[in-house]
């Protein structure tokens, strides 16, 4: 069955950098876009960045462009999602989401990511 496994969160200062990785199993990758959100606790879950693994197409939500890259190893049907400049407001638990929706079908687990000042 499909899924997705999410890796590389942490604790890390204001201005830090951190890179989460999403590792996806049980559907042909590039079939599907994958994605980031995050959740903060008593906040709707938002998207962050999502890629086209097919053509490597990618959109990012405002508040975090130039400071968040992603990117797709499709050798290794892995997704990431390079953070830096990491600010406070960047703390959330962070969900891998793949699909041909917005959102996608399938979801992570999640990664905690928490910038502290």
């Known amino acids: 069955e499909v899924q997705l496994v999410e890796s590389g969160g942490g604790l890390v200062q204001a201005g830090g950098s951190l890179r989460l990785s999403c590792a996806a199993s049980g559907f042909t990758f590039e079939d599907y876009a994958i994605g980031w959100f995050r959740q903060a606790p008593g906040k709707e879950r938002e998207g962050v960045s999502c890629?086209?693994?097919?053509?490597?197409?990618?959109l990012y939500r405002d508040s975090v462009k130039g400071r968040f890259t992603i990117s797709s190893d499709n050798a290794k049907n892995t997704v990431y999602l390079q953070m830096s400049v990491l600010k406070p407001e960047d703390t959330a638990v962070y969900y891998c989401n793949a699909g041909s929706s917005y959102p996608g079908r399938y979801w992570g687990q999640g990664t905690q990511v928490t910038v502290s000042s």
């Open positions: 890629i086209s693994t097919s053509d490597g197409h990618t």
